[in-house]
């Protein structure tokens, strides 16, 4: 029996609520500067010293603690953003457990139902505030990295600025308390996975749909990451293995990499010349190889080919061999993190309703176009028409619950 859907409107909404929240909006900046594309940015800043750690330390890390990490502390962000850090930071000294309660109850009606039970994660995860696990502590690094990362290009543009020096100062003072983290020592170190860093935030600038206005933008970065996070989602609704959790996640995350290096080439070009998406398909593979493989190392090719290769098809790997599944019963049997199974037909459904909703709230604000409305219409009638036999999961209300009057 299928479930109305894995996520609520309400829930989805407000993920694309951090689209329009603008960063450093008091200070002079460059465009590209939202709560979306820094959020991302984060992540994959995590997954580098996740990888980081766990080459140094010899230990596995349990990597949905830094999914589930990530998550929660985007829903933070979109709710809290507004507030400037330094009275962020005040305020949760002072009364943290009680904003964080407000956090809790404001996020309660977009969870409902809460099938994945994040409220009681959201929960006990703001209210531990010691002991924090490498997970957690990774995480946070990453929250800082970013920022610094956003710091840099900001600080040239305001050093006349009364009280940039401050915000300097405070940046690097969170940083130092994680230079005991083995994986935050080597980062400062590697130049080539810092260039690698500085690659994938030019995606924050890449804008989807480069050809029509939108409201809100949205750049292919922030889309990574909303399709990231429907991933996430969706592996729990199917009651995914860890390894499969891992796969989606970040498979999602990274499955526009690519565009840094080819630029985003809409879907009318691929489909106009018989063939054209394969030969693109091929240039990225080896732009990857060309461009992005030397700065990473070499152990973490093996993942980022995984992520960003054959990446909407359903595979397994069996021994360093990849076979593609084509049914969900089958995936069923490989449930387990030794054949490191990824659902690439479900971050292609999650893309594709991420790229549905970007058209959407656009059209719905009265900006249109005829490259809107056309996609609007072309991914509406996949969403309502497409089926994923055995996952028990239906994007069908989602699509329905967006339908605009006098569409179609």
């Known amino acids: 029996m299928k479930q109305n859907s894995f996520i609520s409107p309400d829930l989805l909404e407000l993920i694309y609520r951090s689209a329009s ?6 200070h002079l900046r460059v465009h590209g500067f939202t709560e979306l594309d820094k959020q991302a940015h ?35 962000r979109v709710l809290l953003t507004d507030i400037k850090p330094p009275i962020y930071y005040e305020l949760m000294n002072k009364s943290g457990h009680a904003l964080h309660d407000w956090v ?12 994945f039970t994040l409220i009681p994660l959201m929960q006990t995860y703001f209210n531990t505030t010691t002991g924090f696990s490498r997970e957690r502590r990774i995480v946070r690094a990453s929250h800082f990295l970013a920022t610094l990362w956003e710091f840099r290009i900001i600080y040239h543009l305001n050093q006349k600025m009364y009280g940039i020096e401050e915000t300097k100062k405070k940046i690097e003072e969170e ?38 206005p939108r409201i809100p933008e949205t750049s292919v970065l922030g ?37 840094v290096l080819t630029r985003d080439i809409i879907s009318p070009i691929k489909r106009s010349v018989e063939g054209l998406d394969d030969l693109i398909k091929q240039i990225e593979s080896q732009q990857m190889k060309n461009r992005i493989y ?7 090719h093996e993942d980022m080919h995984y992520f960003t290769n054959q990446e909407f098809h359903s595979k397994i790997l069996l021994g360093h061999q990849v076979k593609i599944i084509d049914s969900f019963e089958e995936m069923k049997r490989y449930n387990q993190d030794i054949y490191s199974p990824m659902d690439g037909v479900l971050i292609k459904a ?8 970007e058209a959407y709230l656009s059209l719905e604000t009265g900006i249109r176009s005829k490259a809107l409305t056309e996609g609007y219409e072309n991914l509406y009638q996949i969403g309502i028409h497409k089926d994923y036999p055995g996952y028990e999961i239906d994007y069908k209300p989602l699509y329905k619950n967006y339908r605009l009057p006098g569409e179609g």
């Open 350 to 357: 999650n893309d594709n309703l991420a790229a549905f909703m």
């Open 223 to 259: 889309h990574m990451l909303v399709v990231a996070i429907l991933s996430y989602f969706t592996s729990k609704a199917i009651q995914a293995c860890p390894k499969r959790i891992y796969l989606n996640f970040f498979g999602g995350l990274f499955h526009d990499l690519p565009e």
């Open 21 to 26: 929240i603008e960063r450093w909006n008091d």
């Open 294 to 300: 030397p700065l990473l190392p070499l152990e973490w």
């Open 104 to 115: 809790v109850r404001g996020l309660q009606t977009a969870f409902q139902p809460d099938q």
């Open 175 to 212: 940083l130092s308390k994680h230079e005991d983290l083995s994986c935050f020592q080597v980062y400062q170190t590697q130049e080539k996975i810092q260039h690698f860093i500085d690659l994938v935030g030019q995606l924050r600038y890449q804008k989807r749909w480069a050809s029509s």
């Open 42 to 76: 984060k992540m994959i800043i995590a997954y580098t010293l996740g990888k980081l750690e766990e080459q140094q330390s010899g230990s596995p890390l349990h990597w949905e603690l830094i999914i589930q990490a990530g998550v929660i502390e985007f829903f933070e």
